[in-house]
Each structure stands twice: as C-alpha cells, then as structure tokens.
C-alpha cells in the first residue's frame, strides 16, 4: 500500500493566509519529501527533509518531520495565487534502489 | 532546454491499438522512471531504469514493456491498449537510485476509447 498520506485531501485559502498540510507515512524512511503540481504539467521537486533532520526551511516554505510519529508538514506562509497547485510528500522505503513512493496530495486553491 | 522531456503529450487511441510513449532527459542522470497518475491524482511507480537496466518492476501488466536504448532515454510501450490504462504517465529522472530528488517530464495524457 502507499506510504504517504496527505491531509487535508483540499484546502483554500485567501491571497496572504497560511497553508498547512501533513504528511504521515507507515515505514522507516530515510528522507521525505515534498513535489508540487500544477495543472496539467508535471511534479516539481520542492524541498527534501533527512530523516535525522526536524525542521527545514526554503524560502517561504517550512517543513517539518516528526520520525516518532511518522508525520510531516509543509507550511507555505503568505500564500499567493500562484501557489495554487497539488503538493504531494514522497518518501523513500528506506532500502537502496527502491524509488519514491507518493501520497495523493493535497489540492490548495489560493483566491485574490 | 527541458530537461526530460516526453511526447506525445496528448495520446488518444482505441481499445487494442499499440502505443509508444518517448522520454529523453539531458541532465545526465543514471535513472530514469515511468510513474502513473490516475484520475484521483494518485501517482504509482511503474518501472525504473539505471543505466539502461531494469531495478524496479512494479506490478504492471505485462502488456507494458519499458525499453532503455541509452541511459537518456526511456520508452514504454503499451499494447493492446484497455480503458483502464487511461491515465496520465510520466517519466522522470534523478543522478542516482532511490533516494535523489526527481526531476519530471510534463506527463502524457492517454485517453483510450
């Protein structure tokens, strides 16, 4: 079954508020991270948490990951338009060789 | 320049047919994957490849047949096209196994009729 799990499954958010969204996953990883898509066009590659880190920053973007209770979370402060998109947390299964494994994502509508 | 880059970008066929869909990516990386969206945006890794051989082999139909010429290149071919392979399939790349960030190609929506 699939590793990561997003929440909430939606979320919308005027011009200038926060986003929060989790991340939980059910293995041992060795780092998480977290992909942004936009409509019709592919998965971009936002930031990478190791799995010895708690917090890491990019921008306006703050993940966070708790290995004790297998979760994470992507803030996206100051929201804007154009952050309207699908973000997706990957992790790896924690053996060599294996590829990332996605959530469904979270949908984020961000209105002016 | 794109980076990986995938045609066709539309695919629209009917059941039966045989479809190929290209990807090329000029970053010089070792692996490269086929990964599948579905209409719920749920993305499974369908294959990967690093320098040209086949590591990862998910449970794909085996009607799928991935082909590796070079390692900037990943094919997949699709016969006997069925209506539940409708889907949007991208392929990406990264310098190195598992565990390196992804890079993707824009996907290839295939609507089979």
């Known amino acids: 079954s699939q590793q990561g799990e997003e929440d909430p499954q939606a979320l919308s958010i005027q011009e200038g508020e926060n986003a929060t969204m989790n991340c939980s996953y059910k293995t041992s990883i060795n780092n998480l991270q977290w992909y942004r898509q936009n409509s019709g066009r592919g998965l971009v590659h936002l930031i990478l948490i190791r799995s010895n880190e708690r917090e890491k920053h990019s921008g306006r973007l703050r993940v966070t990951l708790d290995t004790s209770k297998k979760s994470s979370s992507l803030l996206i402060t100051a929201s804007r338009a154009a952050d309207t998109a699908s973000y997706f947390c990957a992790t790896d299964a924690g053996q060599a060789g294996t590829a990332l494994i996605f959530g469904k994502g979270t949908t984020l509508s961000v209105s002016s | 320049d794109t980076a990986v880059s995938q045609t066709p970008k539309y695919l629209v066929t009917q059941m039966g047919n045989d479809k190929s869909i290209k990807c090329e990516q000029n970053l010089g990386h070792d692996t490269m994957y086929w990964y599948k969206q579905d209409s719920k945006k749920f993305l499974k890794i369908m294959f990967s490849?690093?320098?040209?051989?086949?590591?990862i082999n998910e449970t794909v139909p085996n009607r799928f047949s991935p082909k590796s010429p070079d390692k900037a290149h990943l094919n997949l071919h699709i016969n006997s096209l069925e209506l539940g392979d409708s889907a949007v399939y991208f392929c990406?790349?990264?310098?190195?196994?598992?565990?390196?960030?992804?890079?993707f190609g824009s996907g290839t929506q295939l609507s089979v009729l």
């Open positions: 990406a790349s990264s310098p190195s196994q598992g565990r390196a960030k992804l890079f």
């Open positions: 490849y690093n320098n040209k051989e086949l590591i």
